[in-house]
């Protein structure tokens, strides 16, 4: 809520300025969130993204598997095992659960790292991208849109198809 209520003040800031100057006002709105999902850049990184899901996936099933089958097995052998034998292989059955518990943790902690990295870096390039689009293009504003607390902005400002397209044309993966 502050956020959009400072954005607002910035708008009407900028606005009164400008008037104030009798300068051409040319404002201009962006919307990150389609940015993401339209570009190649953004549309790359939800794929390695997903990529890498999927593996850490198929490890976690490939390790529950595992360690249901040595329960399965642990308990075929019940009445044949000594009571501390049994308890040696439920004692290691525990220890693949809780090994289980912590590589599920790690995986879930590396990836969330690595998404937050790329999207900083991914933000980055398109803050450089409006910035430098909106100085050549002589914009007094861009704003963006998807969170900034504005309830409605005229598509004759929005950019958003522009930056994506220079984000595309500027892009290797």
Do not use: C
Not at 93 to 103: G, Q
Not at 149 to 172: E, R
């Amino acid at each position: 809520m502050r956020r959009g209520i400072r954005y607002a003040a910035v708008v009407v800031l900028v606005l009164w300025v400008a008037s104030a100057l009798a300068a051409p006002i040319q404002l201009g709105s962006v919307d990150l969130k389609m940015i993401f999902e339209k570009s190649k850049m953004g549309r790359e990184l939800k794929k390695k993204r997903d990529d890498k899901l999927r593996r850490t996936q198929v490890k976690i099933r490939e390790k529950k598997k595992d360690t249901e089958k040595f329960r399965r097995d642990m308990l075929k052998q019940r009445s044949v095992l000594s009571t501390e034998a049994y308890r040696q292989k439920e004692r290691k059955y525990n220890d693949m659960i809780k090994d289980l518990k912590r590589y599920l943790q790690d995986e879930e902690q590396a990836l969330n790292t690595w998404a937050n990295d790329k999207r900083r870096e991914f933000h980055q390039v398109v803050r450089r991208t409006i910035i430098e689009y909106a100085k050549n293009k002589n914009y007094t504003m861009v704003y963006e849109t998807s969170s900034s607390g504005i309830f409605y902005s005229s598509p004759s400002v929005d950019i958003t198809k522009k930056i994506i397209s220079v984000l595309d044309a500027n892009y290797t993966p």
